[in-house]
């Protein structure tokens, strides 16, 4: 079916072309005529909507002489427009006019179908595509739907009309080359003229006035990520920039995200960053080669956790020490390294005496994600230490790149305990909303690959285990608070 499709479009312009030879390239090119699917404002059905459409595409048929111009079938524009392109949300005249200079047409007629008290009233429009021109609309009286079809064909056919006068055609002559006598050129509508230019000037406003905010929009975000990554200034400061960006571009939905995380996290406690929490699917990623044959990460399934606030690294030594009176880490000589050798119990310990507690893995693994779908979220080597870039040992903290919540080290440098006792079936029964793991257990979860794990380990969806009373030199961990 798709072939044919194809073939069918192929078809259509092979014919232009033997039209406009036919003719004369210079003196009467082939003008290609797109009416698209009435938009459908009134909640008829889609059957209904449908059939109204064909009737105005009959119309050009049986009004537009067929010698210069060609209206294009529903089939030929499904075929010539990209993938993916979803007509119904295209009811501005910009889109409108983008939609017909992709299918190469001259004229676009569109239409909607409003509801009209107890009645419906149907509006057909044209535009000429090259120039951008609001050409003209006719309306049809109010009136019940069945009764609607003879008042649409004549709205439709006053829009050919339009047509004809804007191409040089008086309405109902003959055609030169068609073995009828050719007409004069008919002398331009002042009014369609005065409307198409009216339209075309303030069409070009609005893509200036876009233009304009876009370019302030970049300039502002460059002068706030600026800001942001400087270390000279102040918390205060920095906070301050972040509230001006919202106050302008709050509805924006390219950079405002990525700021208002640096703002939420401005208010928070030092050193933790928010992450907003949600919905995504946990376990084993799309596409990920390396996840399948792992049990313990099967099956994916829909979680849902909520917002809460994480530590933006895993806790160093000189924090460990500074707040236990410890440091049995194996990498000594290294303050900014991960504190690792830590078991389960004595994580859990400081977590608590800072006020906060150990993340679950749900948590944990929406956290690593940082909104992606991947098995991680960047290349292995710039996001993480692992066996092949670590050389053997620990390195400080956040010296790769952080995700997309600012998170550094998710992934490799050091496993991460998490608060859930362990158990590798346990995705076949977890709960969606908030999971917290096995009610019991002899084992509790550990996310995020290591120092020393092959870089295809380093995943978001990694786990295993361990006794909460053993050490090992590449097992950390960090905290969270709601």
Not at 114 to 119: A, H, N, P, S, T
Not at 150 to 167: R, Y
Not at 174 to 192: K, Q, R, V, W
Not at 349 to 368: D, V
Request: hydrophobic share 40%; proline share 6%; with cysteine.
């Amino acid at each position: 079916m798709k072939t044919f499709r194809v073939l069918t479009a192929i078809v259509l312009v092979l014919l232009s072309l033997a039209a406009t030879i036919r003719l004369g390239f210079a003196k009467a090119p082939v003008k290609l005529v797109a009416v698209l699917e009435l938009t459908n404002k009134a909640g008829v059905t889609d059957d209904e909507a449908e059939f109204l459409t064909n009737k105005i595409r009959n119309v050009a048929s049986q009004k537009l002489p067929a010698g210069r111009f060609m209206i294009m079938t529903r089939e030929n524009i499904e075929t010539l427009l990209p993938p993916g392109t979803n007509l119904k949300k295209c009811t501005a005249s910009e889109c409108e006019i983008e939609v017909g200079r992709k299918l190469g047409a001259e004229y676009i007629v569109t239409g909607e179908i409003l509801k009209f008290g107890g009645d419906l009233r149907i509006q057909v429009s044209v535009h000429h595509v090259p120039t951008g021109g609001f050409l003209g609309n006719r309306d049809t009286t109010a009136a019940p739907l069945n009764q609607q079809e003879p008042l649409l064909l004549k709205a439709a056919s006053d829009v050919m009309d339009l047509i004809l006068v804007h191409s040089g055609v008086v309405p109902g002559a003959g055609l030169a080359g068609s073995g009828a006598p050719a007409a004069p050129p008919a002398a331009a509508d002042p009014e369609i003229e005065k409307r198409a230019r009216a339209q075309q000037e303030k069409d070009q406003a609005q893509q200036q006035a876009a233009a304009e905010r876009k370019a302030k929009l970049e300039a502002d975000y460059a002068a706030v990520k600026a800001i942001h990554f400087n270390a000279a200034l102040s918390a205060a400061a920095k906070k301050a920039a972040y509230g001006r960006f919202a106050e302008t571009w709050s509805a924006d939905a390219t950079h405002w995200p990525e700021v208002h995380l640096w703002l939420a996290a401005a208010d928070g406690p030092a050193g933790m960053l928010w992450v907003p929490g949600g919905a995504f699917t946990m376990g084993c990623s799309p596409g990920d080669p390396d996840c399948g044959s792992e049990a313990n990460e099967n099956p994916p399934h829909p979680v849902t956790v909520n917002a809460f606030w994480m530590d933006e690294t895993p806790v160093t030594q000189a924090q460990f020490q500074t707040a236990m009176g410890a440091n049995p880490s194996a990498f000594t000589g290294c303050p900014d390294c991960p504190a690792e050798s830590v078991t389960w119990d004595e994580a859990a310990r400081y977590c608590a005496k800072a006020g906060k507690r150990l993340p679950t893995e749900a948590e944990w693994e929406f956290a690593a994600r940082g909104g992606t779908a991947g098995a991680r979220y960047g290349e292995a080597d710039a996001v993480a230490w692992h066996a092949a870039n670590s050389g053997a040992r620990t390195h400080p903290v956040a010296q790769k790149q952080p995700n997309a919540y600012g998170l550094y080290d998710m992934l490799g440098n050091v496993w991460e305990w998490c608060a859930d006792w362990y158990h590798s079936k346990y995705y076949a029964s977890s709960p969606a909303d908030n999971p917290r793991g096995p009610a019991t257990g002899t084992l509790h979860a550990m996310r995020g690959g290591s120092w020393r794990s092959d870089a295809k380990l380093v995943r978001a969806s990694i786990r295993t285990r361990d006794a909460a009373d053993n050490r090992l030199p590449n097992l950390g961990f960090r905290c969270v608070r709601e």
